[in-house]
Structure formats: C-alpha cells, structure tokens
T-cell receptor, first 116, second 116 residues
Framework: EAGVTQFPSHSVIEKGQTVTLRCDPI?????LYWYRRVMGKEIKFLLH????????ESGMPNNRFLAERTGGTYSTLKVQPAELEDSGVYFC??????????????FGSGTQLSVL | AQSVTQPDIHITVSEGASLELRCNYS??????LFWYVQSPGQGLQLLLK??????LVQGIKGFEAEFKRSQSSFNLRKPSVHWSDAAEYFC??????????????FGQGTTLQVKP
C-alpha cells in the first residue's frame, strides 16, 4: 500500500511567485491534514479536511495560503504570493478515521519550500 | 495556551548506551501524548502514544515512554541505542478541547546523533 505522497519534495522560488504543493493521501483516508515547520521551529497545524470539506483551518497563517481538496482525494496548498517567511517544510498527513484515540496519522515526507 | 517543550535540541549518545529524551507539556487535563520520529528523507513515524491506563507505554523499535502527571512529562527512553536510531524525535499532544484528535501540538524536536 502506498503511503502519503507529497510533490514536489523540494521547491525553490523567488519572493512574490506562486507555488502549489500537492499531497496524495493514502487511498480511502477521509481525513487530510497540512502541517508546517518553519525555520527549525516546532511543527504547526495548518488545516484539516474531512473528504472535500475544510473541517478546521484555524492554523492557516494568512490569506496568501489556499488549500483545496476537490473530490476528496488529493489536496493542494497554494501560496500566492510567496514571502520569505513562508520557507519551511510542509507536511501532509492522512488518517482513515478521526474517532478519538483510534485516530492514527500517516505523514508524508514533506515538501521543503525555499523562498529567496 | 497548550504547549510542548523538548528541552534538548540536540543529543549525542554512543551506540549501545541508554537514551532518554525529555518532553514536558502544559495542559489543563491529561492529554493524549505521542512520540514521533523522522529519519532523513522520511515522513514522521509514530513510535508510541498514551491515552490512559498504564503510564509506561511500549512502542516500536524498542522505545518506551513514561507519563508522569506530577511532572507533566512524557519522556522517551531506550535501553540500548542503535546507529539506525539517529533521527529527529518529536513529542506531541492532542488539543482535546478542539474535538479534533488529528490536530497535534508538537515540540521543537530533538535531534539524536549516535556515535559508533
């Protein structure tokens, strides 16, 4: 079974450009999460999808970030326009259920984003 | 606000030596607690978790962790470290009040280096 896959693994862009990150969750997982780790700090929650619906987007830093999950399968996270402080590693995770203690997150290996 | 502290940013141990990674949390009630590991180029992998019951939790790869309510700690231990344990380790809690058990709060991570 394939794990959570993220594309690209690395992205280097200039300030002001647009970047789109993609996450393919494990097939059948309704829950999809985006997390971000900036500058070696702690990993922080960005948002949570249940199927195609945004369940919780309280961690999204500002309106330059747009996440979508059309059809409830893969998800994209677009940053437009990118700023220097957006540099970091963006992780995606999925889970088949969010039933409390039964929930288990499966993480992708992340996208390293560098904004120059 | 809830928080997780990993006091040690970097730890170096000799292969075969014992290991203890510290984790303290700030939370109003007993949280759900986790330890994750990230090896280079890999996604975060769950080592173990604590929800309730026995405060000594066994995980994968020979790791264990002990929940100590009086100290608000959840330290990770391993009696004998292997070179393959070199990785970054993250302690995390679930923000129970949000009703979202996939919304983790992470510590800053501890990088483990293993000397031959």
């Amino acid at each position: 079974e394939a794990g959570v896959t993220q594309f690209p693994s690395h992205s280097v862009i200039e300030k002001g450009q647009t970047v789109t990150l993609r996450c393919d969750p494990i097939s059948g997982h309704d829950n999809l999460y985006w997390y971000r780790r900036v500058m070696g700090k702690e990993i922080k929650f960005l948002l949570h999808f249940v199927k195609e619906s945004k369940q919780d987007e309280s961690g999204m830093p500002n309106n330059r970030f747009l996440a979508e999950r059309t059809g409830g399968t893969y998800s994209t996270l677009k940053v437009q326009p990118a700023e220097l402080e957006d540099s970091g590693v963006y992780f995606c995770a999925s889970s088949p259920t969010n039933k409390g203690r039964d929930e288990k997150l499966f993480f992708g290996s992340g996208t390293q984003l560098s904004v120059l | 606000a809830q928080s997780v502290t990993q006091p040690d940013i970097h730890i170096t141990v000799s292969e075969g030596a014992s290991l203890e990674l510290r984790c303290n949390y700030s939370y109003g009630a007993t949280p759900y607690l986790f330890w994750y590991v990230q090896s280079p180029g890999q996604g975060l992998q769950l080592l173990l978790k604590y929800f309730s019951g026995d405060t000594l939790v066994q995980g994968i790869k020979g790791f264990e962790a002990e929940f100590k309510r009086s100290q608000s700690s959840f330290n990770l231990r391993k009696p004998s470290v292997h070179w393959s344990d070199a990785a970054e380790y993250f302690c995390a809690v679930v923000l129970l009040g949000s009703g979202n058990t996939g919304k983790l709060i992470f510590g800053q991570g501890t990088t483990l280096q293993v000397k031959p």
